[in-house]
């Protein structure tokens, strides 16, 4: 059964603002917190990119809005998820950045986010018309099957399961990656 978004959250086509981006890198204590700069960089070279937003429901008492601890609240509520694509626009798709508000978490929005861009990949591989369809108008697999979608997994286990459940399956050991290390380039001097 699909992933369905609680009440008060929505999800959006594009990218949050560069300060809610920050933000959410920042909750999850990412390793490598990037600048204003770099993060609007990466944000406009993504090639799709989705995210969600919580809106407090009114207070009882008081009738206006709980505050949020975003430093950035967008007109459409707090950010707390998001994930973007990077892809060549053909046949190799690279998720990256699945954030989730630390307080927003265990309410599948993690689903919602990664279901969302695997169906959008997969609309667009199917309208390259790489896939052909059949008589009843069923895209053929061979052209999904030959489509990478990759991602990094790293120190975050517990996101493990959310991409399980929308069809992600370990590389390894059938299949291998490779980083590479600057550190290994010996003709390259780091004291310059």
């Known amino acids: 059964m699909p992933a369905v978004l609680p009440p008060n959250y929505t999800l959006h086509q594009g990218y949050p603002a560069v ?3 920050l933000h959410l890198r920042h909750t999850k204590k990412h390793p490598k917190s990037p600048t204003a700069q770099q993060a609007e960089s990466a944000l406009r070279g993504s090639w799709y990119g989705c995210y969600i937003t919580y809106t407090a429901p009114a207070s009882p008492s008081t009738s206006e809005k709980i505050t949020t601890t975003n430093p950035e609240t967008q007109k459409t509520g ?3 998820a998001m994930a973007r694509l990077i892809s060549d ?3 190799t798709f690279h998720l990256t950045d699945l954030l989730i508000a630390a307080d927003h ?3 599948k929005l993690g689903n919602v986010v990664v279901a969302h861009l695997r169906e959008k990949v997969r609309e667009y ?3 390259l018309g790489i896939g052909e369809t059949d008589k009843e108008g069923e895209e053929k697999e061979a052209a999904l099957r030959s489509t990478e979608v990759t991602m990094p997994v790293h120190a975050w286990p517990e996101e493990h399961e959310i991409y399980y459940a929308e069809g992600f399956v370990e590389a390894w050991p059938s299949s291998r990656g ?3 290390d600057w550190r290994q380039i010996h003709d390259f001097d780091f004291d310059e």
Request: glycine share 12%; hydrophobic share 45%; with cysteine.
């Open 178 to 180: 490779m980083v590479l």
């Open 105 to 107: 978490k265990y309410k």
């Open 19 to 21: 300060e809610s981006y």
């Open 89 to 91: 626009g053909i046949c």
């Open 125 to 127: 591989v199917v309208g």
């Open 78 to 80: 707090e950010v707390v």
